[in-house]
């Protein structure tokens, strides 16, 4: 999603893309779902009409033929935490809790595949963090770095991923591009191009950030939780330092003592996890201090 600043901002052919698709979700949320008149309710009123209103977006998006799971990521950061977590069981339902649990048939499942197109950096690193996908950062990161490794420019990027006019489909989704555009593990690093995203889209970077750190302290858990004498600290940073882009890491880092509060952990994965260790004690470690820094002080979770 973008703001008035973003806005403001001229923006290149790729950039405008972008700014439509957004723009149209949000028309849709607003104009089709109502949803500005159910974020004015009171806080009593929202919780009694929360069930239907869910019912009431679903229907209208099928019927209107539009991508269920970017309508709902629109409104999954505007919402407080409670509603963010009985928004993410119905999701999980959906989406077909056999299918994120084992994993069944990779990409050819229709959970992947639904999962695979979500816009929303906050829902996408929710629903991952809660499910059994842990290959798919990977598996989506070689589908996208194939094209990045032919950029070399600004507008290398927008003729590769947009067309610029030339007819070529845009990104299936924004978060998966901005993902493997953070990366520099797979045959290219882009600082230019990752300056000129962020400068367009600030807000939808910092939430890119804010799920990069969900995916790599789930993933560092999930190491500490398999390998006795792994240390989730060293995990967290050594993920950092070798996969993502040194001028997001630090800011990466820094969401990890800040926002774990904002990620959303279901008592279902809670429960795959209770034979391997505490989750919730490990989800309160911080990552290691940031350079220059001395220690830290346990997260207030």
């Not at 290959?135 to 490794?149: C, E, H, I, K, V």
């Not at 290219?188 to 970077?205: A, G, N, Q, V």
């Amino acid at each position: 999603m973008t703001n008035g600043n973003e806005q403001a901002i001229p923006m290149p052919a790729w950039a405008a893309a972008m700014q439509v698709r957004f723009a149209s979700v949000e028309s849709f949320l607003e104009q089709k779902c109502a949803f500005g008149h159910y974020m004015a309710l009171s806080a009593n009123e929202q919780q009694k009409a929360f069930p239907s209103y869910l019912g009431s977006l679903a229907a209208k998006t099928l019927e209107a033929g539009r991508n269920m799971y970017n309508v709902i990521g629109a409104m999954y950061p505007k919402l407080g935490k409670s509603y963010r977590k009985m928004l993410l069981q119905e999701v999980m339902g959906m989406l077909g809790d056999r299918e994120l649990d084992e994993g069944l048939s990779g990409e050819e499942s229709g959970a992947v595949r639904d999962v695979c197109a979500i816009d929303e950096p906050l829902f996408a690193a929710d629903i991952l963090i809660n499910s059994e996908l842990i290959y798919l950062p990977r598996n989506l990161l070689s589908d996208y770095a194939g094209r990045f490794r032919k950029v070399k420019s600004v507008d290398d990027f927008g003729r590769e991923f947009f067309g610029n006019g030339g007819g070529r489909k845009e990104p299936e989704s924004f978060f998966w591009l901005a993902y493997a555009l953070s990366r520099i593990d797979a045959g290219y690093d882009l600082p230019l191009i990752r300056k000129e995203f962020e400068r367009h889209f600030p807000d939808f970077t910092e939430r890119t950030k804010d799920a990069i750190g969900a995916l790599t302290h789930n993933s560092a858990v999930r190491d500490r939780l398999s390998r006795a004498g792994a240390s989730l600290q060293d995990g967290v940073w050594n993920r950092l330092s070798n996969r993502y882009a040194p001028e997001w890491r630090e800011s990466i880092a820094a969401k990890l003592v800040s926002v774990p509060d904002w990620w959303v952990i279901l008592e279902d994965k809670a429960r795959r996890m209770k034979n391997m260790g505490n989750l919730r004690k490990l989800a309160e470690e911080l990552p290691p201090p940031l350079p220059g820094e001395k220690g830290g002080s346990k997260h207030k979770g």
